[in-house]
């Protein structure tokens, strides 16, 4: 409470909501009015994205390139946003007096990065890599790598 208030708090999160609901929004009428020309099944074990593009059969799938990178900037606003957090939390925890007060608050915190770090990784060198490197058991390992392990 005394490094961020409620106030704080109830702004970051009807931010991280509204950006969320948008990105989603976005993608979701894009998706919907993209013809799909190469059957409708998707070797995927959900309906992501770069799948549904995979089965379009016209030059519509710029728009959603176009989204992704809408996309991208958001998430590398968040990313930006994440990392001055970290900093300020790692400032605050250094300036704890007692060493065990410092471990504890670190060991709270860096399973949260490590999980951070592995969504945000995963889902760059899937929604980044060329298509050439796409192959059905390397895109299934990491669409669980990012959307399930988190």
């Known amino acids: 409470s005394t490094l961020m208030g409620n106030r704080a708090c109830v702004k ?3 931010a991280a909501w509204a950006t969320g609901f948008l990105n989603a929004a976005l993608h979701t009428a894009n998706t919907f009015s993209i013809p799909l020309c190469q059957g409708s099944t998707v070797d995927q074990f959900f309906c992501e994205i770069p799948q549904i593009l995979k089965l379009s059969c016209s030059d519509s799938y710029l728009r959603e390139v176009g989204l992704i990178v809408i996309s991208l900037c958001l998430a590398f606003g968040c990313f930006i946003f ?3 957090s970290y900093v300020q ?9 007692s060493e065990q007060g ?13 999980v951070v770090s592995l969504f945000i990784s995963t889902a760059m060198f899937a929604y980044l890599k060329p298509p050439s490197l796409s192959f059905p058991s390397l895109d299934l390992v990491v ?8």
């Open 143 to 150: 669409t669980v790598l990012y959307s399930v392990v988190p």
């Open 12 to 14: 970051m999160a009807a």
């Open 102 to 114: 410092q471990h504890k608050a670190f060991s709270m915190c860096l399973p949260h990065l490590a």
């Open 82 to 84: 994440i990392v001055l």
């Open 89 to 97: 939390i790692f400032t605050a925890v250094l300036r704890i007096p």
